[in-house]
């Protein structure tokens, strides 16, 4: 069985840092795409960071130069560090992965989410 389980939320202040991990067990995320998405209050769940051996990585315009996402595939974890965080980035954060090798596309698993919480 797949999991996904996601780690580091908190509050913070704005201007703040946050790393998130997300750990896989029951699969390996080596070669795999791997994504980062959050949700805030009444809002859709947007993509905030992917990363793959095909297309490297990927950010949304809204968090590029201050969020990176990095894997360790010896840790079958991948990482989103958030800088200079914002009270706009406050939300659910979720990591996904899919399920085979290669590009990135539809996500098949996701983690349960960490709560990001900035404030002004």
């Known amino acids: 069985q797949v999991q996904l389980v996601e780690s580091g939320g908190g509050s913070v202040q704005a201007g703040g840092s946050l790393r998130l991990s997300c750990t896989a067990s029951g699969y390996s995320l080596s070669n795999k795409c791997m994504g980062w998405f959050r949700q805030a209050p009444g809002k859709e769940r947007e993509g905030v960071a992917r990363?793959?051996?095909?297309?490297?990585?990927w950010y949304a315009d809204s968090v590029k130069g201050r969020f990176t996402i990095s894997r360790d595939n010896t840790k079958n974890t991948v990482y989103l560090q958030m800088n200079s965080l914002k009270p706009e980035d406050t939300g659910m954060y979720y990591c996904?992965?899919?399920?085979?090798?290669?590009?990135?596309?539809?996500?098949?698993?996701w983690g349960q989410g960490t709560q990001v919480t900035v404030s002004s």
């Open positions: 990363i793959s051996g095909l297309i490297g990585t």
């Open positions: 996904a992965a899919r399920r085979l090798s290669g590009s990135c596309g539809d996500f098949n698993y």
